[in-house]
Structure formats: C-alpha cells, structure tokens
C-alpha cells in the first residue's frame, strides 16, 4: 500500500525524524486557513501516488494569501499522469543548504533490507547511480541485529555527509529504519534529506509503501490507503477479497497462485498479447470464487478475450469447470475464453466443460497453447480445435 507524501511524514513524525509543519487539505479557503495557521511563506503541494509533480506544476511556493489561493485553485483537480489531485499538503517553506537522499527497502536477491544513502538528493536516484555511482552508499542490514549507531555512522562518513551534521544523520538513518521495519514497510524514502542553514536534518519529502498483507498488525494504517484516486475494479476485488491488479491489455488473465499467474503473464506478452489483469484465484478455489472473478475480469470493458490457467492442486479442476459453467449462465459472456485445466480432477473439468457446450471457450493442453490461442482470439482471429 503506497501513501502519500503527507501520511508517510506523519509515519516519520511518529518514530523521530524531523518533518515541516503542514496540514493536508481538500478546497482552497481551507488551503488559506492552513497557509495562515502555519505561517508564510508556505509550499503548496499535490498529493498523488505519482512522480514529477514539480515538472507538472504541482508543487509551489507561496508568499502570501493570494499566491496560495491561486496555487489552490490551480492544483486542485489537476490531473498529474492520470492522478487526479483531490488533497493539497501545505507546509511552512524550508530554507535549504544542502539536499541529501536516503532509503532502505528489502533487497530480495541478497534476503536483507538495504540502506542507500547520497548527498546528491533531489533528483532522481537512478541519475545518481548511472552518472556518479560513487555517490550512492549501499549497506546491506543485518536482519536479526538491526542497524546500529555505528553503521548508521559509517553510512553518513562514507557517503561525505557535511561532518558537522554526520550526527544528524545518523539519527535520520536510524529513524528511517525503525519506520521501515516497525510499520512493516518494504520501502522508506526521503528524497530530497534536506539540511537547513540552522544545520537541522529534516524529511522534505516522502516515500512510503506498506506491506498491505501484514496490515492487520496495525490498525492504525489501515485507512491510509489513496482511496479516492485507486481504481475502483482494484478496490472492488479488494473488498471481495481477490488478488487483482489491473493492466493496460486487452487479454482477461485467471490463475491459481501468484506464480502461475505471473507466468500466464510472461507466456501470454511472449505470444504477442497484451494481459489486462493480474487475478489470483487462489490455492483453494471453488466454483463460486471463479464466478465472483470472471464477473470481476469482464467489468474491465478493455477485455476482448480470456485465458484460464488452472493447475490443480488444492484447487480442483472440476470445481473451476463448475464455476466457468455457472458464470456463463449468469454473466453470459460475448467474449471468448481460452481454458486450460491441468492436475487435480483435470478430466472431469474438461468432461463437465465438453457437456456443457458453452459458446465461444476453447480448450487447451498447455500453456504455450493456451497463450496463442486467447492472442489469437483477442485480435479477432479464429482458432482450431486443440489437438
């Protein structure tokens, strides 16, 4: 779960790390309130799930009453790469000596969280890795001893952090990763870390996801989410408790557990396709889970064609057959459906689909086939029996 700017502050503040004051707000006099409760001057700022929002205008400075009314108006409703600004942040402007980065995420191929620190923060990080890599401090964490004051110590020296504020730092550092690992975050960032004349280390900015399977361990979070800007086919399969994310395709996609899907993902882009969604069904799928997601799949009205992946394990492949056959006497699809059933109870899936004679679904043997077929089917073409 990513949050905006504003609430990941409100995470840092929680656990030590120095943030501007602002307040987050939803019409322009509220912006004018906000502005003179904190005091000029005041930066007014978007808050989307997106980068580039000072490229687009999103983030300005203001001196007085009238600028922030007019930098209200213009950023409210703003569309920013298709985020709708709907909440403005203002916070009391910083004054700015130096614009370090930092971060710590979970380095998945070395199984740690890795800290990265640079004094060249404010632009984008993958600039600073491909133009001046020395600049980039990467420290991996031990998982079980944490990051001490040391490291945290270190990581500043190294990176060539002004030694008069290494201290500061540090303690930014350490702050950063007590976010990361107490909210149960896979990644924290503040870009740019900014020193202020007084030589006080402060966040300016935020960047925080969450780990939305372990949200059940904090209450407190869960209603940080950017609901109003999340795609209501992502939030309705959330609140049915469906894995779904949508794509930009046109081909439906419906597995069985993560990695299948992800490989129907990869088969289906190789082939050719274009996948509309990532949906899985789940390991211990019945046929009322398989409705309830060909309903979901068909709602996105970009979808011209439907591949089923099915290996059966836990899930029997008679109990997707059923689904299928009853989402089709329901929902009756003018789409076709490419299936295949592969495992448990696989020849009674395919028995009960054969009996059923629904229109438009073609099965298949494996999932090489299966791809070329539903690619096919999508762009209009027709397709032969599976051998």
Known sequence: MDLLEYQGKQLFARHGLRVSSG??????????????E??????????????????????????????????????????????TVRTVWIEHASDIASEYYASILLDRSAKKPLLMFSIEGGVDIE??????????????????????????????REGKADEDIVEGVADALLALYEVWLEEDATLAEINPLIVTPEREVKALDSKVSLDGNALYRHPENQSLSDSENEDPLERRAKEEGVQYVKLDGNIGILGNGAGLVMSTLDVVAQAGGSPANFLDAGGGSNAETIKQAVDLILA???????????????????????????????????????????????????RLLAEADLPNVHPAKTMNEAAEKVVALAAGEAVGASA
């Open 300 to 350: 996105n009205t970009a979808v011209t064609a439907v591949l089923f992946n099915i290996f059966g394990g836990i899930t029997r492949c008679d109990e997707v057959a059923e689904g299928l056959i009853a989402a089709f006497g329901e929902i009756k699809p003018t789409v076709p459906f490419v299936v295949r059933l592969d495992g448990t109870n696989d020849e009674e899936g395919r």
């Open 38 to 83: 904190i005091g000029y001057p005041v930066v007014v700022k978007a808050q989307v799930l997106i980068g580039g929002r000072g490229k687009a205008g999103g983030v300005k400075l203001a001196a007085d009453e009238a600028e922030v009314r007019e930098h209200a108006q213009n950023i409210l409703g703003m569309d920013i790469k298709g985020h």
């Open 127 to 156: 600039e600073v890795a491909e133009k001046t890599p020395e600049k980039l401090i990467r420290h991996h964490i031990d998982p079980l001893a944490g990051l001490s004051r040391d490291e945290a110590l270190q990581v500043a």
């Open 23 to 36: 307040k987050a707000v939803d019409s322009v006099e509220d912006a004018v309130a906000a502005a003179g």
